[in-house]
């Protein structure tokens, strides 16, 4: 009898479950465009179409398009930028910045991306904090680690790594003194670009997976000591400042001010949205 | 500060000025030296009479050098004269007759400029009775702030003093304090508080002389010595209260210990009016004090092509270090280098004052480009409260007709523009159709990105290993050998196959007797070829093989060499036979396990 219910009761909660999958399948959030966009365009179709409707500045209409495209799960740095440019040219700055803030995730060296995403910083409300500034070996990683996106780190990564071991093995079964010491010098050079590639993927796949930062959405927060309305004020900040989220608490969220330790608080979810 | 030079073979002069920009009732101190090889000046040099200026000696002094050069020796003479110019006109003047007689006769010295200003009310010393400040002890150091003006036009000069007023009795100490230089008082600067101002701070703590007042109320000797001076230029009109400094003195209280003591004075209100709209002049660009504009051209007379230098010199007083540049007129018939500037400017504590000069290298496009029109400034004098418009005389140059006939693309490479940006910098779009392409950055979450960087990984196990094999057969050549030994044996068993296939039966039993020999002599490190059966017996039986299989081996090599060396034909079936036999004992002989 016991059995029996196990049985039951592992098949009851299986059924539960894969209802709930068929259900969230049946009900995506199918993206839905503007009217102005006919209904047969294809990705590219839609993408022209918004990048006309931003040329003649129609940019809601254009922002509709970019849109609907990152709704179908287009993940791509140019898209993003164009979002971006809507955005700012709409005045909605907080969004700007956010989708400027995911296009450098994919374009670290688009130079439009740069200027415009610094444009848009010096009209910001919040003067951010500046990053501490490194020079020498360290400053040259980081350099390296800021032009590079994660995947192009992977395979530059992944590249080195074949190029450093193949010439490891030819050197190594190479019988000819002269040509070994040949080897020797193009050995340490790619092996010494492997280290700094690898390094530097590996601390790009820790920024990626581990450091979550968020954008400021509404006009102006106030950041408050605790994880609650009834805390005290302990400072405020304004549209389009990022911040590092730390932790959750309910409807509130633990944030960090980058490039400063002290300015440290808890402020609502719905006024920061996740790079 | 002026530097004029002359030379001679003998005789050098050389003239120092410590101001060129003076306001009436002010001086300057002028250092003479002359320098002369053996002649002796025979009297004091002579100086112009000058209407508004006067000139008063102060004192000479004489030294020698002796060189000695090239086996020569060399004597010469400095003789430095030292005298003080009061100015009492304004105007400008050039000083250039002042010459030294010595005894081959006498020089002039090369002529410098001194422009004069009209006075204007003098920064105020101290009152010569001062009440001590409120909540003042018993040490009896005071500090006193003060200011030049209470009501100011915006832009217009202000200069905030602080003082030290201290008792007879730290006379001593202040002054052996100063002339140590040592840190008698700190100067305790508040951030922000002058941020209407533009401001430059001057130090006077080590360099101005104490001076003897009287205090209301007191009868004991007091002294006075400046500290710092803020000469000022205000931003904004407004109403201020400025109290940028505090000063903490370090007084000797007794012999060994100094005590800090520190002292804030009361804050300075200065009213800052704005300028006047009345009578502003449209090239008015926000300078404000009194200023002097002067243009020369040099050469006058040039050819097509040739560049001829403007030089403008703007000298005032006020805030001459971010004077707005003079206005220049059309100057569309000429190409024009970018302009350079020569700043030489005085912050004292008596305000700031000095000239700027621009550079302007100029290329007439033809002959008609003939004249630089006026060249304008624009002020606001706050002593009369006017605005006052300035202008240099028009220069005329000639030009002549160029011989080259180049000019015109030696025009086009000198026509050069700094581009400037008017608007913002922001960029277009991205509509590139690759935007539509799905990018995962994410790569090292998937299989194929591992299996890709492990497979190198492997493949450097995999040749390590390898190579370590290699270097230990390398060093044990008899385990090689063995390990070799089946490899070759079916070398040889191919060899003879291929001999079978063409009736070679003479070659097939050298290949299998071969097979056979090579084989033992390689897998048991036996030297066979050349042994008689029974030694080749002895020699197996010691390397621990069962005797059936000796005498196998034994009997297929005689009858190998039998049928070898009785030359024989034999037929196909036995030939076949015997090849199936050999491959037999062969492979039997392969699964002996080796012991050596």
Excluded at chain 1, 92 to 118: C, K, V
Excluded at chain 1, 248 to 255: A, I, K, P
Aim: charged share 20%; net charge positive.
């Amino acid at each position: 009898m016991k059995s029996l219910l196990k049985i039951s009761s592992i098949i009851a909660a299986f059924l539960i479950f894969s209802t709930g999958i068929a259900l969230s399948a049946e009900n995506p959030t199918t993206p839905v465009l503007a009217p102005g966009y006919s209904p047969e365009l294809d990705r590219n179709g839609v993408l022209e179409q918004a990048n006309e409707f931003y040329r003649n500045g129609d940019l809601p209409k254009a922002l509709s398009g970019y849109q609907y495209l990152t709704a179908l799960g287009i993940k791509n740095g140019y898209l993003f930028y164009n979002l971006g440019n809507a955005y700012f040219r709409e005045g909605n700055l907080g969004s700007a910045i956010l989708w400027y803030e995911r296009a450098l995730l994919y374009l670290p060296r688009f130079h439009d991306l740069n200027i415009n995403y610094q444009y848009a910083r010096t009209i910001l409300a919040d003067e951010e904090f500046k990053a501490p500034e490194y020079s020498g070996t360290l400053g040259f990683l980081i350099h390296i680690n800021q032009k590079f996106n994660l995947r192009e780190c992977l395979i530059i990564t992944g590249v080195f790594l074949w190029l450093f071991l193949t010439i490891l093995i030819i050197r190594m079964f190479l019988e000819n003194q002269s040509f070994r010491s040949r080897l020797s010098i193009p050995c340490w050079v790619v092996g010494f670009a492997f280290i700094i590639f690898f390094s530097s993927s590996v601390f790009k796949v820790y920024q990626h997976e581990s450091i979550r930062q968020a954008i400021v959405m509404a006009p102006a927060v106030e950041v408050k000591t605790g994880p609650g309305n009834d805390f005290s004020t302990s400072f405020s900040i304004h549209e389009g400042t990022k911040v590092k989220l730390l932790q959750d608490q309910g409807d509130w969220v633990r944030v960090l001010l980058p490039g400063n330790t002290t300015f440290t608080g808890w402020m609502l979810k719905s006024t920061v949205e996740a790079i | 500060m002026l530097c004029a030079l002359h030379a001679s073979a003998e005789i050098k002069a050389t003239i120092k000025v410590e101001k060129k920009i003076l306001r009436v009732g002010e001086q300057t101190r002028m250092a003479l030296s002359v320098v002369t090889y053996g002649e002796r000046i025979q009297q004091e040099p002579s100086t112009p009479s000058l209407d508004g200026l006067n000139f008063v000696f102060v004192n000479s002094n004489r030294g020698s050098r002796f060189e000695f050069i090239n086996g020569r020796s060399k004597t010469s003479y400095e003789y430095t004269f030292v005298y003080d110019i009061f100015a009492i006109k304004e105007g400008k003047f050039t000083v250039n007759n002042i010459s030294v007689a010595s005894d081959s006769g006498s020089i002039k010295a090369e002529p410098f400029e001194i422009t004069v200003f009209p006075g204007s009310k003098p920064i105020p010393t101290r009152a010569p009775s001062l009440t001590a400040p409120k909540g003042t002890d018993s040490i009896n150091i005071y500090l006193l702030a003060d200011s030049s003006k209470k009501e100011v036009f915006q832009g217009e000069e202000l200069v905030l003093s602080y003082d030290a007023v201290y008792h007879q009795k730290w006379r001593s100490w202040f002054e052996s304090a100063i002339q140590r230089n040592r840190d008698y008082a700190i100067f305790h600067e508040e951030r922000g508080a002058l941020k209407n101002f533009l401001s430059e701070p001057v130090n006077l703590k080590y360099s101005s002389r104490p001076k003897p007042v009287r205090m209301a109320g007191n009868r004991d000797l007091f002294f006075q010595k400046s500290l710092i001076r803020y000469v000022l230029f205000p931003l904004t009109p407004g109403e201020y209260s400025l109290s940028p400094l505090s000063v903490e003195f370090r007084v000797l209280l007794n012999r060994m210990n100094t005590t800090p003591f520190k002292v804030q004075p009361d804050p300075i209100n200065i009213k800052v009016k704005p300028l006047p709209d009345e009578g502003k002049p449209d090239i008015f660009k926000g300078a404000v004090g009194a200023f002097t504009i002067k243009a020369q051209a040099e050469p006058l007379e040039l050819s097509e092509g040739e560049t001829v230098t403007l030089k403008i010199s703007l000298n005032g007083f006020g805030n001459v270090k971010n004077a707005p540049k003079p206005i220049l007129p059309d100057l569309s018939n000429f190409d024009q280098f970018d302009p350079t500037q020569n700043e030489s400017i005085v912050v004292d504590e008596s305000g700031m004052r000095g000239s700027i000069e621009y550079s302007h290298v100029l290329i007439p496009h033809d002959q008609n480009a003939n004249q630089i029109d006026p060249i304008k400034f624009a002020y606001f004098d706050p002593n009369t409260k006017k605005y006052i418009v300035i202008q240099t005389k028009p220069i005329t140059l000639t030009i002549h007709p160029s011989s080259s006939k180049d000019v015109a693309s030696g025009r086009m490479a000198f026509n050069r523009r700094l581009i400037t940006r008017v608007g913002d910098d922001f960029r277009f779009i991205a509509t590139t159709p690759a935007a539509t392409a799905n990018i995962v950055l994410s790569i090292h979450n998937s299989l194929r990105f591992w299996l890709i960087n492990l497979l190198p990984v492997l493949l450097l196990a995999l040749a390590m290993a390898l190579k370590w094999q290699r270097n230990y057969l390398a060093a044990r050549p008899n385990i090689a050998k063995s390990l070799k030994a089946p490899k070759l044996a079916r070398k040889l068993l191919t060899d003879a196959r291929k001999s079978l296939d063409k009736n070679d039966s003479q070659a097939v039993y050298v290949y299998l007797g071969k097979a056979i020999t090579d084989f033992i002599s390689n897998r048991w490190s036996l030297a066979c070829v050349g042994m008689i059966s029974l030694e080749l017996k002895d020699a197996l039986l010691k390397k621990g093989i069962d005797e059936n299989h000796i005498t196998s081996i034994t009997q297929m090599l005689d009858e190998f060499d039998g049928i070898r060396f009785s030359g024989a034909l034999q037929d196909q079936q036995r030939i076949n036979d015997d090849y199936a036999k050999t491959e037999e004992l062969l492979s039997q002989l392969m699964k002996i396990k080796n012991t050596n």
